[in-house]
């Protein structure tokens, strides 16, 4: 019994340390990281109190899918941290009056929250032989809170399309298919027969290189000459070789 209180406080503690993390941590990898580290200790605590299916599906879904999920798009996201920081003074005073306000709400709460009487005798309630924790959640979760459950599933579904429906673009500018319009393609209007003499050339489609310039026209922008044109250079225009030595280690 002694060791079960060990573990539980243990668990606590951590759990409580790393909830802390998750806030003041500036790093946001980080922050998801000690979130991870929550969830396996509350994990250990569903363990230490019975129920091993909530520790199972708080392993499998939150640590599994959620918490990965928040790891990845945080560090695939390109946020400047600096740009954020620099709004908090800003929103310091509304920040500040929006915690008072939630806190007011927990000490309220607190405050009028009291231990129903037959609680603790629910402590020394034996379990029913033959059902399992899965079995009694799954009956109590179907039965008695089955209105509960399925309006819980339609906000998560409605936010589900709420974050598809704002993240959603009709960018236009891609490139996309339009399988109707290639379907209809025939082969008259995508492709030109041309019968090309021979030796003619690209010159049939009216694809020519432009003429050479005249003797004596040195433009910038002149066109070149044919492949098969031959310039003609005077002798007084023609470079000299220059006759460079080399010493015997050059190759």
Sequence with gaps: MIFTHIFFYFFAVILVASAVMVVTARNPVHSVLFLILCFFNAAGLFLIAGAEFLAFILLIVYVGAVAVLFLFVVMMLDIDFSELRAGVQRYAPIGAVVGAILFLELVLVLGGWQIAPGAR??????????????????????????????????????????????THRDRRRSKSQN?????????????????????????????????????????????????????????????????????????
């Design 121 to 166: 005798g629910l402590l020394l309630t034996p379990m029913t032989p033959g059902v399992s924790n899965t079995d009694a959640i799954g009956r109590v979760l179907y039965t008695q809170y089955a209105f509960l459950f399925e309006t819980a599933s339609t906000v998560l579904m409605v936010a589900m399309i709420g974050a598809i429906v704002l």
């Design 179 to 251: 399988i109707a319009q290639q379907n209809a393609r025939t082969p008259a209007s995508t492709l030109a027969m041309i019968d090309v003499p021979i030796g003619a050339g690209v010159r049939a489609i009216d694809i020519r290189r432009p003429d050479a310039p005249l003797p004596g026209e040195g433009r910038p922008d002149a066109a070149l000459p044919a492949p098969d044109a031959t310039v003609p250079v005077s002798p007084g225009e023609a470079p000299e070789p220059v006759l460079v030595p080399q010493t015997p280690g050059d190759h």
